[in-house]
């Protein structure tokens, strides 16, 4: 198997992505890739208290990522690699051209925001970032859960699916 998601969510580790997604996936692993918090040890026990412990967990930095994204992908269980926001995706991204589709998940109400789908509010800068990332040849797409459609980026930015 591998890396077989690729998401961004504000909220990281939570239901939604342990049963929603790491269920009907069959999620073996997760990598968040956040620079705090794969130096912060206490706010890694509160992820490790949100996912089954048969599921593994790594917490690493975008560099780490970059460096261990082979072994990820070589791993013969199925894996979903987490940002919390899409600055850090497009590092990654950038760092690991091997890295194609990025599905956009749970991106809340912050100021400067303007909704475009129920689950995805995003800021001018936010929204040319993603355009960036999709001009560099990344399939960027919403999803907020399996069953639901894919939204393709261009979707998103209109704000098609805001009911």
């Known amino acids: 198997m591998t890396l077989e ?16 997604w790491g269920q009907p996936c ?8 956040d620079d705090a918090i794969a130096e912060a040890e206490w706010e890694q026990e509160l992820y490790r208290m949100g996912t ?7 917490f690493v930095t975008v560099d780490q990522a970059v ?16 940002t919390g926001d899409i600055e850090t995706m497009d590092r ?6 091997s890295l194609r589709h990025v599905t956009i998940g749970g991106l809340h109400m912050k100021p400067g925001r ?3 789908m129920r689950f995805v509010f995003l800021s001018p800068e936010e929204e040319a970032r993603l355009q960036a990332m999709a ?17 393709p980026l261009d979707a998103v930015l209109r704000g098609d699916g805001t009911a």
Do not use: W
Not at 26 to 33: A, M, P, R, T, Y
Not at 52 to 58: G, L, V, Y
Not at 92 to 97: C, R, V
């Open 52 to 58: 089954p412990p048969e599921k593994a967990i790594a």
């Open 114 to 116: 303007v909704q475009r």
């Open 135 to 151: 001009a560099r040849g990344l399939t960027v797409v919403a999803q907020d859960v399996p069953s639901a459609p894919v939204t």
């Open 67 to 82: 460096q261990r994204l082979a072994d990820y992908q070589a791993d013969p269980r199925v894996g979903m690699l987490l």
């Open 5 to 20: 998601l690729l998401r961004i969510d504000d909220r990281l580790i939570h239901g939604q992505v342990v049963v929603g």
């Open 92 to 97: 990654l991204t950038s760092a690991a051209p």
């Open 26 to 33: 069959e999620i073996g692993f997760f990598v968040l890739v």
